[in-house]
């Protein structure tokens, strides 16, 4: 099925280590969003890609990198977790058509812990 | 800063009883108003839109009225579900060139209860 893919699905990492959270879609849609969801916070944006080739910093990017490889997949790489960083993260990716403005996409999460 | 405000809950209904979850907004220009929903253990879902003042975006029993005179989007639906039950959230997309961000409130839990 069409979509945003994640993985992995669940993580457990320990304070200090490095991991990549990986993001693919197959809906040719030029922009994708990192996202982390944290209760009683909503879902805070930690950078995006407006298109391919292009990377900005969202509302909490601190702690966290992205590259987008290509336009199907954007990363999220945490170079040395902390326990701060315990979340869940979402990916999601966004098509845009002249007179139309579309909603967003979202994969089904990366669940994070820091210990 | 563009900012949602939804209602805090959690909230609580009986089946078939009347939902509405408020929600406001403050951005510049003209957004367009999001409501996404959130089953257990998955991601968003987009659940309904409107892009402009007046349109009313509906989905599954669910509509919402993008007033722009009292800036906001309130969620309603005429007779709840089990199965509705999920977390909602509003969101504002601001329509100006390039910016496709989305920016959410904060979600509102709601419970339904047979």
């Known amino acids: 099925n069409a979509g945003v893919t994640q993985t992995p699905k669940f993580q457990v990492l320990k304070t200090g280590q490095s991991m990549t959270l990986q993001c693919a879609q197959d809906?040719?849609?030029?922009?994708m969003y990192w996202y982390r969801q944290d209760p009683g916070m909503g879902l805070r944006l930690i950078y995006y890609?407006?298109?391919?080739?292009?990377?900005d910093k969202g509302e909490v990017p601190n702690g966290y990198n992205v590259s987008r490889l290509n336009k199907r997949e954007f990363s999220l790489r945490l170079e040395s977790a902390a326990p701060s960083q315990t979340s869940v993260y979402f990916c999601?990716?966004?098509?845009?058509?002249?007179?139309?403005?579309?909603?967003?996409?979202f994969g089904s999460g990366t669940r994070l812990t820091v210990v | 800063g563009d900012s949602v405000t939804q209602m805090e809950g959690p909230v609580t209904l009986s089946e078939e009883a009347f939902l509405t979850i408020n929600c406001t907004y403050t951005?510049?220009?003209?957004?367009?108003l999001f409501w996404y929903v959130q089953y257990p253990g998955e991601g968003l879902q987009l659940l309904l839109k409107?892009?402009?003042?007046?349109d009313k975006g509906s989905n599954k029993g669910f509509e919402a009225t993008y007033r722009k005179e009292t800036t906001s989007f309130h969620l309603e639906k005429g007779s709840v579900q089990v199965s509705d039950s999920a977390v909602y959230f509003c969101a504002l997309r601001y329509s100006g060139a390039g910016s496709y961000q989305l920016t959410f409130g904060k979600g509102t839990k709601l419970s339904v209860i047979p």
């Open positions: 999601a990716s966004s098509g845009y058509r002249e007179g139309t403005n579309y909603g967003y996409t």
């Open positions: 890609s407006a298109s391919e080739g292009t990377t």
């Open positions: 809906m040719n849609h030029n922009s």
């Open positions: 951005a510049t220009g003209y957004p367009s």
């Open positions: 409107a892009t402009k003042a007046d």
